[in-house]
């Protein structure tokens, strides 16, 4: 059984004074309590680590050895206790933030400028991918924080709804070309193509495509039409775009920060998930 913390420290009282009596009284515990600690670390450590004089104790070579290293590992316990601390209560650190680069288009600008303002010292590392995914590697660890869409509940996720979007199908005001463009990895998208009738909506075929930029860019020059959330139709380049009908199929989206609770607890991550819920 590995010595407490507790114990380490009595020895080192003890290694102090080579009395147990006084080492008993300045901690202020009982001397059969101290001496048990005693035992109990030499128990641990099998060695005996004090030897008895008429005057008190003296340390065994063993018991020099350990008591060096005690002091030296509860210097370092102080100092890793300092550190987190100073985690816990100031605005730094270094964060892993999760989201879709469809969903970063509309989102991260606004949140990186505020967190330069608020908290320019926490480093951010993004990571790009489904929201599935993202939120999967939340609950593994691989991610701290993510701005995710439609997220499942899970016992391990707090999951905070920043704003509603919709899926459905936009055109650009010149469109000239009947194709309909989209990514079929979405379950959005296979939604509303299941949904889609010939007659309601006049395109030739389904060109599928993983990146919804490249959607609405296709979108925009008037190829045809694009399976796409209304953010992302109207973000950056999207400005011309418009539904093309609103009795077609629309899906609804909802935006969440999600998180596990035990990793985001200092006032760095804390900040974080404030700054994200105020970035719409």
Known sequence: MLPSATDLEYFLEVSRT???????????????????????????????????TRTGVRLTKPGLRISGQIMTLLESWASLQKEAQQDEHELQGKFRLGVHP?????????????????APRIEIELVHDLSRHITESIINFKVDLGLVINPANHPDLVL???CDDHVTVFQSRHRTGKILFGDPDLAQTQ???????????????????????????????GAGYGVLPTR???????????VVDAKLPAFKDELFVAYRKEVMTSRAAKTLIEIAKDCL
């Open 18 to 52: 080579l009395n147990i009596s006084r080492a008993a009284e300045r901690i202020g515990i009982s001397q059969p309590t101290l001496t048990q600690s005693i035992h109990k670390l030499e128990s641990a450590v099998g060695a005996q680590l004090l030897i008895r």
């Open 102 to 118: 469809s969903v970063a288009r509309y989102t991260l600008p606004k949140f990186f400028k505020e967190l330069s303002r608020r």
């Open 160 to 162: 905070r709804k920043i």
């Open 191 to 221: 939604w509303i193509l299941k949904r889609l009738k010939r007659p309601s909506l006049d395109f030739t075929h389904f060109v599928p495509t993983p990146n919804l930029e490249v959607v609405q860019c296709m979108v925009a020059s």
């Open 232 to 242: 992302v139709a109207q973000s950056e380049g999207g400005h011309q775009l418009t």
